[in-house]
């Protein structure tokens, strides 16, 4: 049975950072596309990072120079560090595993965790 676990939400004031964490059991993540999504209040669900088996890493361009997405092998876990976070950034923050060596839409992701929360706030 496959499962995806988040960890490291919280709340943080803005210009803060966060590192949260993406747990695999029942797959291998180096051998999926794994997608880091997030939606906020009000908003469509979007991809804001994704690795893909290769190691080769893309952002939104909301996040990128803010954002990074590691994938530690040994530990079968996809870290997504984010730093300078802003109160756009608020909104449940998942992970998704993806058959295949490219990044996709969300539509084409296979597995989904639960999501953790991620509030950016004064």
């Known amino acids: 049975q496959v499962q995806l676990d988040e960890s490291g939400g919280g709340l943080v004031q803005p210009g803060g950072r966060l590192r949260l964490s993406c747990a695999a059991s029942?797959?291998?993540?180096?051998?999926?596309?794994i997608g880091w999504f997030r939606q906020g209040p009000g908003k469509a669900r979007e991809r804001v990072s994704c690795?893909?088996?290769?190691?080769?890493?893309l952002h939104v361009d909301a996040v990128k120079g803010r954002f990074g997405i590691t994938r530690d092998d040994a530990k079968n876990i996809v870290y997504l560090r984010m730093d300078s976070l802003k109160s756009d950034d608020t909104g449940v923050y998942y992970c998704a595993a993806a058959v295949g060596t490219q990044c996709v839409s969300a539509v084409d992701f296979d597995y989904w965790g639960h999501g953790t929360q991620v509030t950016v706030s004064a």
């Open positions: 029942g797959l291998t993540l180096p051998r999926y596309v």
């Open positions: 690795i893909q088996p290769s190691g080769q890493t």
